[in-house]
Nanobody, 120 residues
Framework: QMHLEESGGGSVQRGGSLRLSCAVSGRRINSIAMGWYRQAPGKQRELVAGISNSGTTVYADSVKGRFTTSKDNAKNTVYLQMSSLEPEDTAVYYC??????????????WGQGTSVTVSL
């Protein structure tokens, strides 16, 4: 059984930055892919960024060039660095763990989510 715990959310002004962290327990992240999803009010949850077990990353078009995901295998922690934030980035952000080494299919485990609010 895995446990994912996000931290780092908060409120920032447009153009600001935040870094989200996801501490993972129960399985080593060097064997699986991890993802960051977000869900804005009234919208479906969407994949924002993902990182494979080997470190290959993927991003949604809406965040390319602004968000960067990385991981520290020794700390078993995944990060999402968000820069040039826009009000449209306002959402609850979720960390997710895949049961495979690639970012594909549905995640097997989810964190509880952390809220990000971007104001004008």
């Amino acid at each position: 059984q895995m446990h994912l715990e996000e931290s780092g959310g908060g409120s920032v002004q447009r153009g600001g930055s935040l870094r989200l962290s996801c501490a993972v327990s129960g399985r080593r992240i060097n064997s699986i892919a991890m993802g960051w999803y977000r869900q804005a009010p009234g919208k479906q949850r969407e994949l924002v960024a993902g990182i494979s077990n080997s470190g290959t990353t993927v991003y949604a078009d809406s965040v390319k060039g602004r968000f960067t995901t990385s991981k520290d295998n020794a700390k078993n922690t995944v990060y999402l660095q968000m820069s040039s934030l826009e009000p449209e980035d306002t959402a609850v952000y979720y960390c997710a763990a895949y049961l495979t080494y690639q970012v594909m299919g549905a995640p097997g485990y989810w964190g509880q989510g952390t809220s990000v609010t971007v104001s004008l």
